[in-house]
């Protein structure tokens, strides 16, 4: 039933969705907004059956790879946390995508334009911090983690590179949701903060964990 989860979750919501769809009076609506959360471009309201759709495709992805991958050891250690780190961006992403539809089709503006980056940075912050909670636990595999050669090719490596990744993808979420917060209160420039911490997220969970990494294989090459 677990591993169903997912498709399940994914139809549920492309039918509520549909419903929701349905139910709106106007046949156009705002479906792309600029840099600054400002509308610049509208179509049918039936184009927002389009995240619904590719997060059923992503399910079935997902229950395919995992029968595939069924027989492989590495990826038996580590199925549990990645059923659940997969669960939880589904939910996240499904609670970003009802936020931006409701507002969306409510024509709201103003507030779509403090919304959009708030709700990211909010949404992106807890995908960070459901990831790095796991980011010690993981074993070494080919599929999910911190896979370059230094750690794929020496499990002490991966031990203290996923250990450190934790501790700075943590740190590094807890900055993103922060910078959500701060982004309600810069006006025009919410967008720009929002992106900050965007790159504070992809520094913090991959790009520093990647150069510890190298770092530690290097110490080891010099004993």
């Known amino acids: 039933?677990?591993?169903?989860?997912c498709l399940i979750i994914s139809l549920l919501n492309a039918v509520a969705t549909a419903i929701y769809i349905a139910l709106i009076d106007k046949d156009i609506v705002p479906i792309h907004y600029d840099f600054y959360g400002n509308v610049d471009n509208e179509g049918s309201?039936?184009?927002?059956?389009?995240?619904?759709?590719?997060?059923?495709?992503?399910a079935v992805v997902f229950l395919i790879s995992?029968?595939?991958m069924a027989k492989n050891i590495n990826y038996q250690k580590n199925s549990k946390?990645?059923?659940?780190?997969i669960t939880g961006f589904y939910v996240?992403?499904?609670?970003?995508?009802?936020?931006?539809?409701?507002?969306?089709?409510?024509?709201?503006?103003?507030?779509?334009s403090k919304a959009v980056p708030f709700v990211c940075s909010v949404i992106l912050g807890l995908i960070g911090i459901l990831f790095s909670?796991?980011?010690?636990?993981?074993?070494?595999?080919?599929?999910?983690?911190?896979?370059?050669?230094?750690t794929l090719n020496n499990e002490t490596v991966w031990k203290k590179t996923h250990r450190f990744a934790?501790?700075?993808?943590?740190?590094?979420?807890?900055?993103?949701?922060?910078?959500g917060f701060v982004s309600l209160f810069c006006g025009d420039f919410s967008?720009?903060?929002?992106?900050?911490?965007?790159?504070?997220?992809?520094?913090?969970?991959?790009?520093?964990?990647?150069?510890?990494?190298y770092i530690v294989k290097a110490n080891m090459n010099k004993w």
């Not at 996240?92 to 779509?112: C, E, R």
């Not at 909670?133 to 230094?150: D, E, Y």
């Open 166 to 179: 934790g501790k700075t993808g943590m740190v590094g979420s807890f900055l993103v949701l922060i910078t």
């Open 1 to 5: 039933m677990k591993k169903y989860l």
């Open 66 to 68: 995992e029968k595939v």
């Open 81 to 85: 946390y990645l059923t659940i780190c």
């Open 191 to 213: 967008a720009v903060v929002s992106v900050v911490g965007i790159v504070i997220f992809v520094v913090t969970i991959a790009v520093l964990p990647t150069i510890y990494a």
């Open 45 to 58: 309201k039936w184009s927002f059956m389009l995240l619904p759709a590719i997060l059923v495709v992503m």
């Open 133 to 150: 909670s796991f980011m010690p636990k993981i074993k070494p595999n080919g599929t999910f983690g911190i896979r370059v050669s230094a």
């Open 92 to 112: 996240l992403m499904l609670a970003l995508f009802w936020v931006l539809l409701i507002l969306s089709t409510n024509g709201n503006d103003k507030i779509l």
